[in-house]
């Protein structure tokens, strides 16, 4: 009887995902048990940051609409009540990009949200 050697799926298992923690700091590259903590851990963080993201982008439109109207004499506030008040109906990245790329626009905007 000849020997039959074992482990062929878990050897692919690792193979699998030590390729996918490579370039990581130390025994998180090279030892199974780690690199398997380790990227649990950056998954986890990969799907918390997606969610994060939308966050702090939104964050910076507001910023930038705020700054944006303030110049024209309106808050961000009364700006956005005004523009829903009268039916424009434009979202938060668009309003930025008017706001950097289009001042004109925006002022039109401004005129329109005073009512």
Request: hydrophobic residues 40%; glycine residues 6%.
């Amino acid at each position: 009887m000849t020997r039959i050697k074992r482990g062929v799926t878990s050897h692919r298992r690792h193979k699998r995902l030590l390729k996918e923690t490579k370039g990581f700091w130390g025994q998180r590259s090279n030892i199974v048990r780690r690199a398997r903590e380790t990227l649990m851990r950056a998954r986890a963080y990969a799907y918390k940051g997606r969610r994060l993201r939308k966050r702090e982008f939104r964050a910076l439109f507001i910023a930038r609409i705020n700054a944006a109207a303030r110049v024209s004499g309106l808050s961000y506030n009364k700006f956005v009540s005004g523009l829903r008040r009268e039916h424009v109906s434009l979202n938060r990245k668009m309003l930025s990009q008017l706001a950097i790329y289009d001042p004109a626009i925006f002022a039109q905007l401004v005129t329109i949200a005073r009512g």
